[in-house]
């Protein structure tokens, strides 16, 4: 998919596909809120998801996944991967890539905002 002259990818993927998507990519969102935040964040959506108000389920997922397991998993993903993908783009940004780092709600919705004018 990468070969491809443009491209977009949303989300980590297999963690040994990072490097070269990094690699080959123009420019770089980073969403790096903290850990607590994406807790935050999950938890809501799992109870508007278990209350049946939830309009786009993530990944296009038709069942729920266990809270305890979507937890587990995001405290792996920040303590296994995010350090790695975080040096990573910093290198490329020293590279000359655009890398825009997103470390909170307000900084992202500021982000759509500015896409949505676009």
């Known amino acids: 998919m990468i ?20 690699d080959r990519a123009t420019q ?8 607590w935040m994406h807790f935050w964040l999950a938890a809501e959506r799992q109870i508007a998801w278990q ?11 038709s069942a729920m996944p266990p809270t305890r397991d979507l937890f587990r998993t995001m405290w792996e993903i920040e303590q296994q991967w995010m350090p790695g993908i975080r040096r990573l783009c910093a290198e490329a940004h020293d590279a000359g890539k655009m890398l825009t780092q997103i470390s ?8 759509a905002e500015d896409l949505g004018k676009s």
């Open 3 to 22: 070969s491809g002259e443009n491209w977009v990818i949303d989300g980590l993927g297999h963690r040994n596909s990072i490097p070269a998507r990094i």
């Open 28 to 35: 770089i969102i980073l969403i790096d809120m903290p850990l």
């Open 51 to 61: 209350a049946g108000k939830l309009a786009h389920t993530p990944g296009g997922l």
């Open 104 to 111: 909170s709600v307000d900084e992202l919705n500021a982000f």
